[in-house]
Nanobody, 120 residues
Framework: QVQLVESGGGLVQAGGSLKLSCVASGSIVSINSMGWYRQAPGKQRELVAAITSGGSPDYTNSVKGRFTISRDNAKNTVFLQMNSLKPEDTAVYYC??????????????WGQGTQVTVSS
């Protein structure tokens, strides 16, 4: 069994910062790419940022220059530092990872989500 657990969400004023964390646990052999997605009410889930096992990041245009994704491979953890937050960043943020579980094959696993609310 593999679990991804996010933390760090909350309520912040526009212009503020939050740092999200996501820890993967279980019978993990290896983790390839990890990412952060978000879903606002009435909208589809969208990719915010992703990072390869080697540390190469990629961002959606709307967060470039404001968000930074990073990871600690030794701790199976991915982070999302969010600065200069805007009301339109309000959403439930989900992490995911492409994970090889012991005695299984590569699969994509998701966390349960953490709410980020940015007030104007």
């Amino acid at each position: 069994q593999v679990q991804l657990v996010e933390s760090g969400g909350g309520l912040v004023q526009a212009g503020g910062s939050l740092k999200l964390s996501c820890v993967a646990s279980g019978s993990i052999v290896s983790i390839n790419s990890m990412g952060w997605y978000r879903q606002a009410p009435g909208k589809q889930r969208e990719l915010v940022a992703a990072i390869t096992s080697g540390g190469s990041p990629d961002y959606t245009n709307s967060v470039k220059g404001r968000f930074t994704i990073s990871r600690d491979n030794a701790k199976n953890t991915v982070f999302l530092q969010m600065n200069s937050l805007k009301p339109e960043d309000t959403a439930v943020y989900y992490c995911n990872g492409d994970i090889l579980r012991r005695f299984s094959s590569w699969m994509t696993y998701w966390g349960q989500g953490t709410q980020v609310t940015v007030s104007s």
